[in-house]
Protein backbone atom coordinates (compact mmCIF):
# COMPACT_ATOMS: atom_id res chain seq x y z
CA UNK A 1 0.00 0.00 0.00
CA UNK A 2 0.93 3.61 -0.83
CA UNK A 3 1.81 6.47 1.86
CA UNK A 4 -0.80 7.85 -0.14
CA UNK A 5 -3.51 5.28 -0.29
CA UNK A 6 -2.60 5.14 3.22
CA UNK A 7 -2.96 8.53 4.46
CA UNK A 8 -6.79 8.45 2.34
CA UNK A 9 -7.93 5.80 4.21
CA UNK A 10 -6.81 7.27 7.39
CA UNK A 11 -8.60 10.63 6.70
CA UNK A 12 -11.65 8.47 7.16
CA UNK A 13 -11.00 7.54 10.24
CA UNK A 14 -10.60 4.26 12.44
CA UNK A 15 -12.19 1.93 14.54
CA UNK A 16 -9.96 3.34 17.69
CA UNK A 17 -7.79 5.96 17.84
CA UNK A 18 -3.91 5.38 16.73
CA UNK A 19 -2.61 7.99 19.35
CA UNK A 20 -4.58 8.90 22.21
CA UNK A 21 -3.66 11.78 24.30
CA UNK A 22 -4.77 11.67 28.06
CA UNK A 23 -4.00 14.97 30.02
CA UNK A 24 -4.43 13.27 33.97
CA UNK A 25 -4.57 16.54 35.84
CA UNK A 26 -4.01 20.23 35.25
CA UNK A 27 -2.13 20.64 38.27
CA UNK A 28 1.92 21.61 37.23
CA UNK A 29 4.74 22.82 39.05
CA UNK A 30 5.51 24.93 36.33
CA UNK A 31 3.96 27.46 34.47
CA UNK A 32 5.49 27.62 30.48
CA UNK A 33 4.46 30.51 28.66
CA UNK A 34 3.43 27.67 25.85
CA UNK A 35 1.23 25.33 27.61
CA UNK A 36 -1.31 23.91 25.34
CA UNK A 37 -3.79 23.05 28.13
CA UNK A 38 -3.02 26.44 30.22
CA UNK A 39 -1.72 24.34 33.42
CA UNK A 40 -1.29 25.27 36.82
CA UNK A 41 -3.83 24.51 39.34
CA UNK A 42 -5.83 21.17 40.15
CA UNK A 43 -9.64 21.29 38.69
CA UNK A 44 -11.56 19.86 41.51
CA UNK A 45 -13.98 17.77 38.55
CA UNK A 46 -10.54 15.69 37.45
CA UNK A 47 -11.56 11.96 36.63
CA UNK A 48 -11.31 9.52 40.24
CA UNK A 49 -8.49 6.62 40.06
CA UNK A 50 -11.77 4.49 39.99
CA UNK A 51 -13.07 6.46 36.42
CA UNK A 52 -9.53 6.39 35.20
CA UNK A 53 -9.27 2.48 35.42
CA UNK A 54 -12.43 2.25 33.98
CA UNK A 55 -11.83 4.61 31.00
CA UNK A 56 -8.45 2.32 30.21
CA UNK A 57 -10.94 -0.92 30.55
CA UNK A 58 -12.48 0.71 27.88
CA UNK A 59 -9.45 1.35 25.59
CA UNK A 60 -8.36 -2.11 26.05
CA UNK A 61 -11.61 -3.25 24.58
CA UNK A 62 -10.92 -1.42 21.80
CA UNK A 63 -7.40 -2.51 21.53
CA UNK A 64 -6.12 0.96 21.49
CA UNK A 65 -2.16 -0.25 21.65
CA UNK A 66 -0.73 3.15 23.64
CA UNK A 67 -1.52 6.09 25.03
CA UNK A 68 0.33 9.44 25.98
CA UNK A 69 -0.05 10.70 29.09
CA UNK A 70 0.70 14.44 29.91
CA UNK A 71 -0.75 17.20 31.78
CA UNK A 72 0.31 19.45 33.32
CA UNK A 73 2.44 17.42 35.24
CA UNK A 74 1.14 13.84 35.60
CA UNK A 75 3.63 12.73 37.77
CA UNK A 76 1.89 15.38 40.70
CA UNK A 77 -0.96 12.42 41.08
CA UNK A 78 -1.17 10.64 43.84
CA UNK A 79 -2.31 7.67 41.80
CA UNK A 80 -0.08 8.27 38.82
CA UNK A 81 1.61 5.41 39.32
CA UNK A 82 -0.98 2.76 39.82
CA UNK A 83 -2.94 4.29 36.53
CA UNK A 84 0.34 3.85 34.51
CA UNK A 85 0.81 -0.04 36.06
CA UNK A 86 -2.71 -0.72 35.38
CA UNK A 87 -2.59 0.36 32.00
CA UNK A 88 0.37 -1.72 31.22
CA UNK A 89 -1.24 -4.67 32.83
CA UNK A 90 -4.37 -4.14 30.56
CA UNK A 91 -1.62 -4.43 27.82
CA UNK A 92 -1.88 -0.52 26.83
CA UNK A 93 1.84 1.04 26.17
CA UNK A 94 2.28 4.66 28.11
CA UNK A 95 3.96 7.39 26.81
CA UNK A 96 4.41 10.27 29.61
CA UNK A 97 5.31 13.68 29.11
CA UNK A 98 7.05 15.15 32.30
CA UNK A 99 9.04 18.34 33.15
CA UNK A 100 11.18 15.80 35.39
CA UNK A 101 10.45 17.73 38.55
CA UNK A 102 9.60 14.26 40.13
CA UNK A 103 12.17 11.51 39.25
CA UNK A 104 14.00 11.28 42.01
CA UNK A 105 16.69 8.16 41.79
CA UNK A 106 14.10 5.72 43.44
CA UNK A 107 11.49 7.05 41.17
CA UNK A 108 13.74 6.17 38.35
CA UNK A 109 14.44 2.88 39.42
CA UNK A 110 10.68 2.63 39.47
CA UNK A 111 10.11 3.40 36.05
CA UNK A 112 13.18 1.75 34.70
CA UNK A 113 11.79 -1.84 36.04
CA UNK A 114 8.68 -1.22 34.40
CA UNK A 115 7.60 -2.46 30.73
CA UNK A 116 5.68 -0.94 27.97
CA UNK A 117 7.07 2.65 29.56
CA UNK A 118 8.33 5.05 27.03
CA UNK A 119 9.15 8.69 28.59
CA UNK A 120 9.81 12.38 27.17
CA UNK A 121 11.44 14.95 29.50
CA UNK A 122 10.32 18.41 28.33
CA UNK A 123 13.64 21.14 27.52
CA UNK A 124 13.21 23.89 25.36
CA UNK A 125 16.69 25.48 25.62
CA UNK A 126 20.39 23.75 25.40
CA UNK A 127 21.14 26.26 28.36
CA UNK A 128 18.87 27.34 31.10
CA UNK A 129 18.80 31.16 30.00
CA UNK A 130 16.97 30.11 27.23
CA UNK A 131 14.94 27.41 28.45
CA UNK A 132 14.29 28.79 31.67
CA UNK A 133 12.46 32.16 29.99
CA UNK A 134 9.98 29.76 28.40
CA UNK A 135 9.32 27.28 31.24
CA UNK A 136 10.45 28.67 34.62
CA UNK A 137 13.47 29.07 36.28
CA UNK A 138 15.21 26.35 37.60
CA UNK A 139 13.41 24.11 35.28
CA UNK A 140 16.48 23.46 33.39
CA UNK A 141 18.35 22.55 35.97
CA UNK A 142 15.10 20.01 36.87
CA UNK A 143 15.03 18.30 33.34
CA UNK A 144 18.86 17.41 33.33
CA UNK A 145 18.62 16.04 37.29
CA UNK A 146 15.95 14.05 35.82
CA UNK A 147 17.81 12.66 32.85
CA UNK A 148 21.15 11.80 34.76
CA UNK A 149 18.57 10.10 37.25
CA UNK A 150 16.92 7.81 34.28
CA UNK A 151 20.84 7.41 32.56
CA UNK A 152 21.63 5.80 36.22
CA UNK A 153 18.90 3.48 36.49
CA UNK A 154 19.27 1.96 33.16
CA UNK A 155 15.84 2.29 31.99
CA UNK A 156 17.23 3.08 28.24
CA UNK A 157 16.28 5.42 25.44
CA UNK A 158 14.39 7.95 26.81
CA UNK A 159 12.68 11.17 24.44
CA UNK A 160 14.17 14.86 24.88
CA UNK A 161 10.86 16.75 23.72
CA UNK A 162 11.72 20.09 22.54
CA UNK A 163 8.83 22.72 21.67
CA UNK A 164 10.41 24.26 18.43
CA UNK A 165 10.59 28.78 19.22
CA UNK A 166 12.47 31.37 17.53
CA UNK A 167 15.22 31.64 20.11
CA UNK A 168 16.17 27.80 20.04
CA UNK A 169 15.88 27.10 16.68
CA UNK A 170 20.21 27.63 16.23
CA UNK A 171 20.10 24.93 19.18
CA UNK A 172 18.87 21.69 17.12
CA UNK A 173 22.24 20.35 16.48
CA UNK A 174 23.11 20.76 20.44
CA UNK A 175 19.99 18.92 21.24
CA UNK A 176 20.26 16.28 19.01
CA UNK A 177 24.55 16.18 20.62
CA UNK A 178 22.75 16.45 24.36
CA UNK A 179 20.34 13.39 23.36
CA UNK A 180 22.95 11.44 21.82
CA UNK A 181 24.98 11.83 24.54
CA UNK A 182 22.25 10.27 26.76
CA UNK A 183 21.65 7.69 24.57
CA UNK A 184 18.30 8.90 23.98
CA UNK A 185 16.03 10.50 21.05
CA UNK A 186 15.35 13.61 20.32
CA UNK A 187 11.55 14.82 19.16
CA UNK A 188 10.90 18.28 18.03
CA UNK A 189 7.49 19.88 17.69
CA UNK A 190 5.72 23.04 16.36
CA UNK A 191 4.77 25.30 18.77
CA UNK A 192 0.68 25.78 18.76
CA UNK A 193 -1.00 29.23 19.44
CA UNK A 194 -3.01 26.64 22.01
CA UNK A 195 -3.39 27.53 25.92
CA UNK A 196 -1.14 29.87 26.77
CA UNK A 197 0.73 29.68 23.48
CA UNK A 198 -2.00 31.74 22.27
CA UNK A 199 -0.61 34.62 23.56
CA UNK A 200 2.68 33.83 23.74
CA UNK A 201 2.74 32.67 19.95
CA UNK A 202 3.52 35.65 17.76
CA UNK A 203 6.50 36.47 19.77
CA UNK A 204 8.07 32.92 20.11
CA UNK A 205 6.90 31.20 16.67
CA UNK A 206 9.37 31.15 14.16
CA UNK A 207 9.76 33.40 11.18
CA UNK A 208 9.78 32.24 7.96
CA UNK A 209 13.23 32.12 7.28
CA UNK A 210 13.36 30.15 10.53
CA UNK A 211 10.60 27.64 8.77
CA UNK A 212 12.99 27.28 6.10
CA UNK A 213 16.30 26.12 8.38
CA UNK A 214 13.19 23.86 10.94
CA UNK A 215 12.68 22.14 7.35
CA UNK A 216 16.24 21.71 5.93
CA UNK A 217 17.44 20.54 9.48
CA UNK A 218 14.89 17.92 9.78
CA UNK A 219 15.53 16.37 6.34
CA UNK A 220 19.17 16.18 7.41
CA UNK A 221 18.29 14.16 9.69
CA UNK A 222 15.30 11.70 8.73
CA UNK A 223 14.27 9.35 10.66
CA UNK A 224 16.93 9.69 13.66
CA UNK A 225 14.64 12.45 14.79
CA UNK A 226 11.28 12.25 15.69
CA UNK A 227 8.36 15.16 14.81
CA UNK A 228 5.40 13.88 15.88
CA UNK A 229 4.16 14.40 12.25
CA UNK A 230 3.61 18.19 13.25
CA UNK A 231 5.60 19.77 10.93
CA UNK A 232 3.72 18.47 7.94
CA UNK A 233 2.94 22.10 6.58
CA UNK A 234 6.42 22.96 5.71
CA UNK A 235 6.16 20.28 2.83
CA UNK A 236 5.14 23.25 0.63
CA UNK A 237 9.14 23.47 0.57
CA UNK A 238 10.02 20.65 -1.51
CA UNK A 239 10.62 16.79 -0.58
CA UNK A 240 8.20 16.04 1.93
CA UNK A 241 9.09 15.06 5.81
CA UNK A 242 8.77 11.62 7.40
CA UNK A 243 5.70 11.16 8.62
CA UNK A 244 1.90 11.27 7.51
CA UNK A 245 0.93 14.15 5.65
CA UNK A 246 -2.65 15.21 7.39
CA UNK A 247 -4.47 16.30 10.04
CA UNK A 248 -5.47 13.64 12.04
CA UNK A 249 -7.98 15.40 14.69
CA UNK A 250 -10.80 12.94 15.34
CA UNK A 251 -9.98 10.72 12.65
CA UNK A 252 -6.73 9.07 14.04
CA UNK A 253 -6.15 11.22 16.93
CA UNK A 254 -7.99 12.78 19.64
CA UNK A 255 -7.77 14.05 23.54
CA UNK A 256 -9.15 12.80 27.13
CA UNK A 257 -8.75 15.79 28.89
CA UNK A 258 -8.33 15.57 32.72
CA UNK A 259 -11.77 16.10 33.74
CA UNK A 260 -12.78 13.44 30.99
CA UNK A 261 -13.46 15.76 28.19
CA UNK A 262 -12.78 14.80 24.81
CA UNK A 263 -11.55 16.97 22.22
CA UNK A 264 -10.61 16.48 18.65
CA UNK A 265 -6.70 17.43 18.99
CA UNK A 266 -4.80 17.76 21.96
CA UNK A 267 -3.95 21.60 20.40
CA UNK A 268 -7.95 23.08 19.98
CA UNK A 269 -9.17 22.59 24.07
CA UNK A 270 -12.34 24.64 22.75
CA UNK A 271 -15.48 24.12 23.06
CA UNK A 272 -15.94 24.27 19.12
CA UNK A 273 -14.15 20.90 18.88
CA UNK A 274 -15.64 19.16 22.21
CA UNK A 275 -17.05 15.81 21.22
CA UNK A 276 -18.31 14.75 24.31
CA UNK A 277 -17.25 12.81 27.94
CA UNK A 278 -16.36 9.80 28.50
CA UNK A 279 -18.93 10.48 31.68
CA UNK A 280 -21.39 10.17 29.28
CA UNK A 281 -23.41 7.09 28.68
CA UNK A 282 -21.26 4.52 26.41
CA UNK A 283 -18.42 6.22 27.87
CA UNK A 284 -15.10 6.95 25.53
CA UNK A 285 -16.14 4.21 22.78
CA UNK A 286 -19.07 5.91 22.34
CA UNK A 287 -18.07 9.34 21.51
CA UNK A 288 -15.13 8.01 19.19
CA UNK A 289 -17.56 6.32 16.55
CA UNK A 290 -20.78 8.86 17.23
CA UNK A 291 -20.29 12.13 18.15
CA UNK A 292 -20.99 14.36 15.15
CA UNK A 293 -18.33 16.55 15.12
CA UNK A 294 -16.06 13.38 14.75
CA UNK A 295 -17.87 12.33 12.00
CA UNK A 296 -17.64 15.72 10.02
CA UNK A 297 -14.06 15.82 10.61
CA UNK A 298 -13.92 12.03 8.11
CA UNK A 299 -15.56 13.78 5.52
CA UNK A 300 -13.71 15.07 2.69
CA UNK A 301 -12.21 18.76 3.39
CA UNK A 302 -12.30 21.67 1.29
CA UNK A 303 -9.43 23.26 0.20
CA UNK A 304 -10.96 26.66 0.70
CA UNK A 305 -8.29 29.36 -0.32
CA UNK A 306 -6.23 27.22 -0.80
CA UNK A 307 -7.59 25.48 -3.93
CA UNK A 308 -5.57 27.59 -6.06
CA UNK A 309 -2.00 27.07 -4.68
CA UNK A 310 0.05 24.74 -6.07
CA UNK A 311 1.29 23.05 -3.07
CA UNK A 312 -2.09 22.29 -1.36
CA UNK A 313 -1.44 18.50 -1.93
CA UNK A 314 1.98 18.83 -0.41
CA UNK A 315 0.82 20.30 3.34
CA UNK A 316 -2.89 19.82 3.33
CA UNK A 317 -3.25 23.55 4.05
CA UNK A 318 -1.53 23.09 7.54
CA UNK A 319 -2.60 22.94 11.03
CA UNK A 320 -6.34 23.21 12.22
CA UNK A 321 -5.55 24.36 15.96
CA UNK A 322 -2.67 26.83 14.42
CA UNK A 323 -5.51 28.51 12.12
CA UNK A 324 -8.44 28.53 14.50
CA UNK A 325 -6.34 30.17 17.53
CA UNK A 326 -4.83 32.59 15.75
CA UNK A 327 -8.49 33.41 13.85
CA UNK A 328 -8.06 32.38 10.69
CA UNK A 329 -10.55 29.78 9.02
CA UNK A 330 -10.12 26.37 8.72
CA UNK A 331 -10.50 26.07 5.31
CA UNK A 332 -7.70 29.05 5.21
CA UNK A 333 -3.99 28.83 5.03
CA UNK A 334 -1.88 27.82 7.92
CA UNK A 335 -0.74 31.17 10.06
CA UNK A 336 2.96 29.84 9.18
CA UNK A 337 2.20 28.97 5.50
CA UNK A 338 6.11 29.07 4.25
CA UNK A 339 4.43 30.64 0.63
CA UNK A 340 3.16 33.47 2.80
CA UNK A 341 -0.53 32.97 2.63
CA UNK A 342 -1.40 33.18 6.50
CA UNK A 343 1.16 35.72 7.47
CA UNK A 344 -0.97 37.99 4.44
CA UNK A 345 -4.79 36.63 5.84
CA UNK A 346 -3.09 37.13 9.69
CA UNK A 347 -3.18 40.82 8.81
CA UNK A 348 -7.02 41.01 8.04
CA UNK A 349 -8.22 39.38 11.44
CA UNK A 350 -9.29 42.09 13.98
CA UNK A 351 -7.60 42.92 17.20
CA UNK A 352 -9.26 40.65 19.94
CA UNK A 353 -11.02 38.67 17.60
CA UNK A 354 -9.02 35.65 17.63
CA UNK A 355 -10.93 32.75 19.75
CA UNK A 356 -9.68 32.01 22.91
CA UNK A 357 -9.06 28.72 24.76
CA UNK A 358 -11.90 27.38 26.07
CA UNK A 359 -10.33 27.04 29.82
CA UNK A 360 -7.23 28.65 32.29
CA UNK A 361 -5.75 26.90 35.08
CA UNK A 362 -3.04 29.11 35.33
CA UNK A 363 -1.90 29.54 38.81
CA UNK A 364 -3.14 33.38 40.03
CA UNK A 365 0.32 35.56 41.00
CA UNK A 366 0.13 36.40 44.54
CA UNK A 367 0.70 40.16 44.99
CA UNK A 368 2.41 41.16 48.09
CA UNK A 369 1.53 43.92 49.81
CA UNK A 370 4.37 46.84 50.38
CA UNK A 371 4.69 48.40 53.86
Keep these: MSAETLVSQLKTGLDAPICLTWELTYACNLQCVHCLSSSGQRD ?8 AKRVLDELRALQVFYINIGGGEPMVRRDFFELVEYAVEQQIGVKFSTNGAFIDRAKAAHLAAMDYLDIQISLDGIDAPTNDSVRGEGSYALARRAMDHLAEAGFGPFKISVVVTRHNVDQLDGFKALADSYG ?71 LIDPIGDVYACPFVIHDQFRAGS ?3 AGGFAAVWRE ?33 FFTGLPLDGPDPECVSGHGERELLTVPIGLAPRPAMDHTKPVLLTRKR
Design 278 to 280: VRD
Design 291 to 323: SELFRSLREPQSAGACASCGNYDSCQGGCMAAK
Design 184 to 254: AQLRVTRLRPSGRGADSWHELHPTNDQQVQIYRWLLAHGESVLTGDSFFHLNALGESLPGLNMCGAGRVVC
Design 44 to 51: PRELSTAE
